[in-house]
């Protein structure tokens, strides 16, 4: 028997994810820095366990069109975190620092596992985290979106 996985099947034509708890963490390493060509290639699951204990990285990108199965050039390394409160991540979901909105979730690239995930946000602006002024320790709190 093949296994066939139902996003990269096209099988689901809607999120469905109806309700889910929110995810927390610790924010354990601020980072600077933006590339241009950095060629992160997202997976196409729309959706990713995230395990208390867990560290995984934060990437901005102002792409347009960042999502499922998409290739991201344009970056900003915004930094890591320590999931405190674990959950599914879904593409979508809203993430604030310290209460305030960041981005969407545009994908999950596994470059680096099985050491982190990185986690793409789609964004206004790339704003590398000490651009944008992050200090170690801030709450990063991942909501389901509201589309």
């Known amino acids: 028997m093949t296994t066939v996985d139902p ?3 096209g099988m689901f034509k809607s999120n469905p ?3 889910k708890r929110e995810i ?3 924010l354990i ?3 600077d820095g933006r590339l241009e060509e950095r060629n992160l290639q997202l997976m196409a699951p729309i959706s990713r366990a995230l395990l208390k204990g867990d560290i995984h990285e934060l990437i901005l990108t102002d792409e347009p069109k960042a999502g499922p199965n998409k290739k991201i050039n344009k970056i900003a390394y915004l930094g890591f975190f320590e999931v405190t409160q ?3 991540m ?3 979901d809203d993430l604030y620092v310290s209460g305030n909105k960041i981005g969407t979730i545009a994908g999950f690239d596994i470059t680096h596992m099985p050491n982190h995930l990185n986690i793409v946000i ?3 602006e790339r704003i590398s985290g000490k651009e944008q002024g992050l200090e170690l ?3 990063i709190r991942c909501t389901k979106g509201s589309a």
């Open 122 to 124: 789609s964004s206004e």
């Open 17 to 19: 994810y109806a309700k």
């Open 7 to 9: 996003y990269q099947a």
């Open 86 to 88: 674990g959950g599914v």
């Open 90 to 92: 879904v593409v979508g």
């Open 137 to 139: 320790g801030m709450e």
């Open 24 to 26: 927390l963490g610790d």
């Open 29 to 31: 390493v601020v980072l």
